[in-house]
């Protein structure tokens, strides 16, 4: 049987596995489901259609799955779906999706999100992501597997950013971030590439110079943006990593590509 402290309030229409354990004075509404091993310590809220996959442990006054902060939510039945392994720290909130969003906020496996870190609406959130103290996520963001997002950082509405990328401590980033990219500042500005991240992700030499030698072509001040991608394009057409950038460059929709600051106009 789970593991529930006497002044928990688990409604009992929530779905437990039978090792979850329940600290004093959480709350756990009726559709929620926990999987295995899911520890919750003091004053935790989980409520809406949220699911917590196996072995995530949330720290006290942490608060999941409360209805969104959009004026056109009216009360759909969205959901918020987060995955295993992740640890949840303290004053933690994370919103479920809404109706024009897609219906799901999701986390990925095995991230970290520290205090009071904010995951909004419609979010979709890769694999092994660390959010630092107090870094946010306006609506609809789509974060890549491993990247890393400095505290007090804050991420505008639509934007995407890539795999392994790092944003810096207080950045305000506004426009996507590529791939493997460094942003800094508020507006944040491509600052080059996080070497340290893709060693930490165990990257050849010859990987992490390729795509040293392709982000200097891309952003160099010569020609138009459009004609240095297409030329970094047919150079690395068989360098996945490389291609990678290009791809998430070329797919760009909602927002503008974050630019090193020399080349904010794109040419």
């Known amino acids: ?23 004093p004075f ?67 909130t994370m919103h479920p999706g809404t109706a ?13 999100f520290m205090a009071a870190i904010h995951v909004a609406h419609d979010c979709q959130v890769g694999n092994g992501v660390i959010m630092a103290n107090n870094a946010t996520l306006g609506g609809h963001v789509l974060v890549e597997d491993f990247a890393f997002l400095g505290g007090l950082s804050a991420v505008h509405q639509f934007v995407r950013i890539g795999r392994s990328a790092m944003i810096g401590g207080l950045a305000g980033v506004e426009n996507d971030v590529i791939p493997y990219g460094m942003v800094l500042g508020n507006r944040a500005h491509l600052n080059g590439l996080n070497i340290v991240g893709m060693r930490r992700r165990g990257l050849e030499k010859e990987e992490i110079q390729e795509l040293r030698t392709a982000y200097r072509l891309l952003f160099a001040p010569e020609g138009t943006f459009a004609e240095r991608l297409e030329e970094v394009a047919a150079k690395y057409a068989e360098r996945p990593l490389v291609m990678e950038i290009v791809e998430f460059v070329r797919s760009a929709n909602n927002r503008a590509i974050c630019l090193p600051r020399q080349n904010r106009n794109g040419g």
């Not at 049987?1 to 979850?20: C, F, G, I």
């Not at 929620?32 to 935790?44: E, K």
């Not at 996959?53 to 720290?59: A, I």
């Not at 024009?100 to 970290?112: A, E, P, Q, S, Y």
């Open 100 to 112: 024009n969003g897609g219906g799901v906020t999701r986390i990925g496996d095995d991230g970290l």
């Open 1 to 23: 049987m789970a593991d529930l402290h006497p002044t928990a309030q688990v409604d009992p229409r929530a779905e437990l596995a039978d090792d979850v354990q329940i600290g």
């Open 26 to 92: 959480c709350v756990v509404g009726p559709q929620v489901r926990l999987g295995r091993g899911v520890r919750l310590a003091s004053h935790v809220v989980v409520t809406g259609r949220t699911t917590l996959g196996d072995h995530c442990r949330v720290f006290s006054f942490a608060c999941l799955g409360h209805q969104p902060q959009d004026l056109k939510y009216q009360g759909e039945e969205t959901a918020l779906a987060i995955g295993r392994n992740n640890q949840i720290r303290e004053h933690v």
